[in-house]
C-alpha cells in the first residue's frame, strides 16, 4: 500500500505559467483534499472532493481548479501561476468525516 | 468564524521535560478532533483522534490528548519528551459528519538533548 502519492515533489514555475499537481490514492477512500501550508499558517483548505464526481471551493480556492480524475485521482491546476502560490501543497485523503491520510507533499515556488 | 487556535507556536524544551500544547476550537455542537505531527522533511502523520467516549485518549509514542467539552479544548500532552520528539504539532477539528478539517497554525517543538 502506497497510501497517498504526489507528483511531482518540487516544482518552480515563473509568474504566468501553469500547471497541474497530481494526487493518487489506493486506499479506496471516497473523499479527497487539497492543502497549502505557509509558515504561521497552518494547512488551509483549497478544494475537497466529497465522492467521485463531486468537487467543493474550501478556504483558499482562488486561482486553483480541480479535477477529480476517477475515485482514485484528485488534480489541482494552477492556470496562470503568482508568486502569493509558492508554497508547499499536500493532498490528502478520507472515508468521510474519519482521518484523513497525507500525502508526502509538493514545494512550489513561483517566481 | 469558525477557528482552531494553538497557543504556543513555538516550544522548546530539555529532554525528559513535560510537555503541554494548547488547543481551542469555536465550533458548537459535534465536533471530531484530532493532533497531527509533521517531523522534520516529512508529511503529516496523526498522532491521536477523538470523535466520543472517554475525554481522554492515547495516542502514538506516549502521547494523549484530554477533550474538555466545557473549555472548547483538546491539548495534548507528553509526560516526558524525546529528541526524537522535535517536530510541529497541529491540531485540527471537524464538524461531526462533515468532511472539511480546519487547522490551527501549529506549534513547533525543539527538544534539546
Known amino acids: 500500500n502506497a497510501g497517498v502519492t504526489q507528483t511531482p515533489k518540487f516544482q518552480v514555475l515563473k509568474t504566468g505559467q501553469s500547471m497541474t499537481l497530481q494526487c493518487a490514492q489506493d486506499?479506496?477512500?471516497?473523499?479527497m483534499y487539497w492543502y497549502r501550508q505557509d509558515p504561521g499558517m497552518g494547512l488551509r483548505l483549497i478544494y475537497y472532493?466529497?465522492?467521485?464526481?463531486?468537487?467543493d471551493k474550501g478556504e483558499v480556492p482562488n486561482g486553483y481548479n480541480v479535477s477529480r480524475l476517477n475515485k482514485r485521482e484528485f488534480s489541482l491546476r494552477l492556470e496562470s501561476a503568482a508568486p502569493s502560490q509558492t508554497s508547499v501543497y499536500f493532498c490528502?485523503?478520507?472515508?468521510?468525516?474519519?482521518?484523513?491520510?497525507f500525502g508526502p507533499g509538493t514545494r512550489l515556488l513561483v517566481l | 468564524a469558525q477557528s482552531v487556535s494553538q497557543h504556543n507556536h513555538h516550544v522548546i524544551l530539555s529532554e525528559a521535560a513535560s510537555l503541554e500544547l494548547g488547543c481551542n476550537y469555536s465550533?458548537?455542537?459535534?465536533?471530531?478532533l484530532f493532533w497531527y505531527v509533521q517531523y522534520p522533511g516529512q508529511h503529516l502523520q496523526l498522532l491521536l483522534k477523538?470523535?466520543?467516549?472517554?475525554?481522554l485518549v492515547k495516542g502514538i509514542k506516549g502521547f494523549e490528548a484530554e477533550f474538555i467539552k466545557s473549555k472548547f479544548s483538546f491539548n495534548l500532552r507528553k509526560p516526558s519528551v524525546q529528541w526524537s520528539d522535535t517536530a510541529e504539532y497541529f491540531c485540527?477539528?471537524?464538524?461531526?459528519?462533515?468532511?472539511?478539517?480546519?487547522f490551527g497554525a501549529g506549534t513547533r517543538l525543539a527538544v534539546h538533548p
Open positions: 490528502a485523503s478520507s472515508e468521510a468525516s474519519e482521518t484523513q491520510y
Open positions: 485540527a477539528v471537524n464538524k461531526g459528519g462533515y468532511n472539511k478539517l480546519i
Open positions: 465550533y458548537g455542537g459535534t465536533v471530531n
Open positions: 472532493s466529497a465522492s467521485e464526481g463531486t468537487t
Open positions: 477523538y470523535f466520543s467516549g472517554d475525554p
Open positions: 486506499m479506496n477512500h471516497n473523499s
